[in-house]
């Protein structure tokens, strides 16, 4: 059974930063094999794990769009007497980054002109069937969702918001938490990480999803605790990882007792025994 996590937030709230350490706690203290899905258009994802990415799904749409359109036909076969469905298929598999524990497929640009809805279809599906075969998903979604409201991600078990510890990050959790009943999309659980925290030591998930909240400022405490949000856990801010950001190198390389890494250690740790 796959067990999928989604990661939702404000631009420039470490969204990513936090899926790659979730990423790294799954390929070392978790069995099985894990899908790394970035539907961010800016495709970071593939940096922090230090892995290389040739193809997006993005790329493989237009490009069976262009020579649906260039060759007219729009109801047959493609060049080579394949399918589209088969075409789609067969350019997926090759766009899948493999690594030893960690496959990784980036869903790239948003659609231009023109009718997408075919292809968008025949892509949730193979995606949605290439996701069934590992035990764990993790996507680092856009900052609007757009590839959840889409459905061209799968359900999810467990979508994380995350935010900076400010108010305008903190509404954006919120809103995202309204928007999910109208994305007809399953979530089974919605949870908080307040990211990039000043003068704390990292807290982690507490058992009613409130680990970390003491070492907030009060005003943002107390915003937490009138949005409603589950909060499970802080993350704090690691001068360890100016070194790793101003050079490039991947981030799941950080030293394992670092604040950052053992703080998303634990919040991955709570997100294992709710999912």
């Not at 659980?189 to 680990?211: K, P, T, W, Y």
């Not at 009138?226 to 993350?235: A, P, R």
Request: proline share 4%; hydrophobic share 45%.
């Amino acid at each position: 059974m796959t067990t999928t996590i989604a990661l939702a937030g404000k631009g420039g709230t470490g969204k990513t930063t936090i899926a790659a350490l979730i990423i790294r706690y799954l390929i070392e203290e978790r069995q099985g094999s894990v899908l790394a899905i970035d539907a961010d258009p800016a495709s970071n994802l593939n940096m922090v794990l230090g892995m290389e990415v040739r193809e997006t799904i993005g790329g493989i749409r237009e490009e069976m769009l262009d020579m649906v359109q260039s060759s007219g036909a729009l109801a047959g076969s493609l060049p080579g007497g394949m399918s589209k469905q088969e075409y789609l298929d067969y350019q997926v598999q090759m766009a899948l980054v493999e690594g030893e524990r960690v496959d990784l497929i980036a869903m790239g640009r948003p659609e231009g002109l023109g009718c997408y809805c075919a292809a968008n279809q025949m892509l949730r599906l193979i995606v949605d069937r290439l996701a069934k075969q590992y035990d764990y998903v993790v996507i680092d979604n856009e900052a609007g969702m757009e590839h959840l409201s889409r459905r061209t991600t799968r359900d999810v078990d467990v979508l994380l918001l995350v935010t900076d510890p400010t108010q305008r990050g903190l509404v954006t959790a919120g809103r995202m938490r309204d928007m999910v009943p109208g994305l007809d999309i399953g979530v089974g659980r919605m949870a908080l990480v307040v990211n990039r925290v000043r003068g704390i030591e990292g807290g982690g998930a507490g058992e009613q999803g409130s680990g970390g909240a003491e070492g907030l400022p009060a005003p943002l405490a107390e915003a937490v605790a009138q949005s409603g949000l589950e909060l499970i856990g802080t993350v704090p801010e690691d001068a360890a990882m100016a070194e790793f950001e101003f050079t490039g190198r991947p981030l799941v390389e950080l030293p394992a007792e670092t604040a950052v890494y053992q703080a998303v250690r634990e919040i991955a740790g709570w997100i294992m025994a709710k999912a």
